[in-house]
């Protein structure tokens, strides 16, 4: 399984500033991912980083607002702009060794954001 | 319809005893589901993943799919406190994108 690590592991932001997570993989893979879980609630997907090209969002998440870069297959970034207080969440960074039905999905430790 | 439910919790155990948690898909054309568990602050460990039906064993754990009922369990033997968590189902979607259920908490009572 690979290991992944984020940076930083905690923020605390004021409105209307931005924030850039990082995320580092241990080994070279095919898939990243990033996820917000806000207080209590599960997992939901903010968008698919592909390595050379735009990331690819879910419905409900724009480029404008969470700006992603993936330069190689181990590395990328989240940007939270212009952030609000809903804002507020922890940003989870997965990564898959390998598309397709049998591709497990690994978790980094997340960021814990604040927004005031 | 939601893409993965789950059955709601809480769920308190007595330790030693069997926890089981179950989890339903819409999407007949699934092929692969993973259990995940979740400590209070931590991230999402994966602990098992299931592609065939029937069933697979890992240690305490064991997944259950049934396909045909659109369904998958995950089985804990012999509970310890530690198993204390929550667990998450997730059913792989277009061949590379997860779905999550909404999460089983479970309490493991010494």
Redesign the interface.
């Known amino acids: 399984?690979a290991v992944i690590s984020q940076k930083p592991s905690r923020d605390i932001c004021q409105r209307g500033t931005s924030l850039t997570i990082q995320c580092q993989v241990d080994s070279q893979v095919t898939?990243m991912?990033w996820y917000r879980q806000q207080p209590g609630?599960?997992?939901t997907?903010i968008a698919?980083a592909n390595q050379g090209s735009e990331a690819t969002y879910e419905s409900g998440f724009v480029i404008d607002k969470f700006p992603i870069s993936r330069p190689n297959l181990t590395f990328s970034t989240l940007t939270v702009s212009n952030m609000s207080p809903e804002d507020s969440s922890?940003y989870?960074c997965s990564a898959?060794g390998r598309?397709?039905?049998?591709?497990?999905?690994?978790?980094?430790?997340?960021t814990r954001l604040t927004v005031t | 319809q939601k893409e993965v439910e789950q059955n709601s919790g809480p769920l308190s155990v007595p330790e030693g005893a069997i926890a089981s948690l179950n989890c339903t898909y819409s999407d007949r054309g699934s092929q692969s589901f993973f259990w995940y568990r979740q400590y209070s602050g931590k991230s999402p460990e994966l602990i098992m993943f299931i592609y065939s039906n029937g069933d697979k064993e890992d240690g305490r754990f064991t997944a259950q799919l049934n396909k045909a009922s659109q369904y998958v369990s995950l089985l804990i033997r012999d509970s310890q406190p530690s198993d204390s968590a929550t667990y998450l189902c997730a059913v792989k979607i277009n061949d590379y994108k997860l779905s999550f259920g909404a999460g089983t908490t479970v309490t493991v009572r010494a």
Do not use: K, N
Not at chain 1, 99 to 110: A, L
């Open positions: 399984s898939m991912f609630q599960s997992l997907l698919t922890i989870l898959s598309g397709g039905p049998v591709g497990e999905q690994y978790f980094g430790p997340g």
